[in-house]
């Protein structure tokens, strides 16, 4: 049985897989963490590409394609990967691997055997796994700031009964909602949630309000019995605040600022107005 996801920061785990083999992990650090798994001779870790921190010198690394994944071509075409990479411990001794999260993130270890071997998970939450764990994607077929149904931002699948180590931002909160219990979240703070979760996704105001963005526009209702994992901070949030830091300088921070856009005005009203001759002429 894994630990519970919400032990402290440097806290040894034990995660004791159907096979009867302890495999030992500890996740490291407080915001952007990184979960350390002890790997035994022939053991091996399946992890995102891009995420390996470091490993002992006796395990092996190979970046292989993963059938399980269904839009894989699609997901290629957009510019994302759709490979996997196997670390294996190839040695005669104990080794270890460094799983690291991409972002200011949490790690949590989720048995899915505890979840009647299914949850449904925010896009790229998947981290890593160890034993019998598949990781389906589907394709996104929302509008850039609408919602269609729980297909439309709970787009990763994990399957079957091993660990699985997915990533939130921020605090995380479990929910365990009863029967016919309600909860309203956020569509963005949710990170994953048990099939028998019911949602419902709810508009808070009208449709054009989609064009002009807004925080909050979308809400999921949720209904239990069922298992729901929330985070503080998406990343996509956090995305946004640093790219709103990044591109809006004021006049004190960057006095060339309404300088250069007065320049790319002017220059454009100058190619406007030669264009215009050219064409009478």
């Given at each position: 049985m894994a630990a519970p996801f919400f032990s402290t920061p440097f806290q040894p785990y034990v995660y004791q897989s159907p096979q009867e083999a302890v495999i030992p992990f500890q996740i490291l650090g407080g915001e952007a963490q990184v979960v350390q798994i002890m790997l035994k001779p022939q053991e091996k870790v399946v992890a995102k590409p891009g995420s390996m921190c470091f490993m002992s010198g006796s395990i092996e690394?190979?970046?292989t394609y993963v059938p399980e994944n269904e839009v894989g071509v699609w997901q290629w075409l957009f510019g994302k990967s759709v490979t996997s990479i196997v670390l294996h411990n190839q040695g005669p001794n104990d080794g270890f691997?460094?799983?690291?999260?991409?972002?200011?993130?949490r790690i949590l270890p989720i048995d899915l055997a505890m979840f009647e071997g299914h949850l449904l998970c925010q896009p790229d939450a998947f981290l890593c796994s160890i034993n019998d764990v598949k990781v389906n994607n589907t394709v996104d077929q929302r509008a850039r700031n609408a919602v269609t149904g729980v297909e439309g931002f709970l787009r990763?699948?994990?399957s079957g009964n091993g660990l699985a180590f997915i990533v939130a931002g921020g605090s995380v909160v479990q929910k365990n909602l009863e029967a016919d219990e309600v909860l309203s979240?956020?569509?963005?703070?949710?990170?994953?949630?048990t099939n028998r979760v019911g949602v419902q996704i709810k508009y808070n105001g009208p449709m054009r309000r989609a064009v002009f963005g807004g925080d909050n526009l979308v809400t999921a209702v949720l209904t239990g019995p069922g298992i729901v994992f929330i985070q503080s901070l998406p990343f996509h949030r956090l995305s946004q605040r640093i790219a709103r830091a990044v591109t809006s300088?004021?006049?004190r921070e960057n006095p060339k600022f309404f300088v250069q856009i007065a320049i790319f005005f002017f220059l454009a009203y100058v190619v406007i107005v030669s264009s215009l001759i050219l064409t009478d002429a």
């Open positions: 690394m190979e970046n691997v460094g799983i690291a999260a991409p972002s200011l993130a990763q699948k994990l979240v956020d569509v963005s703070c949710i990170v994953a949630l300088p004021n006049m």
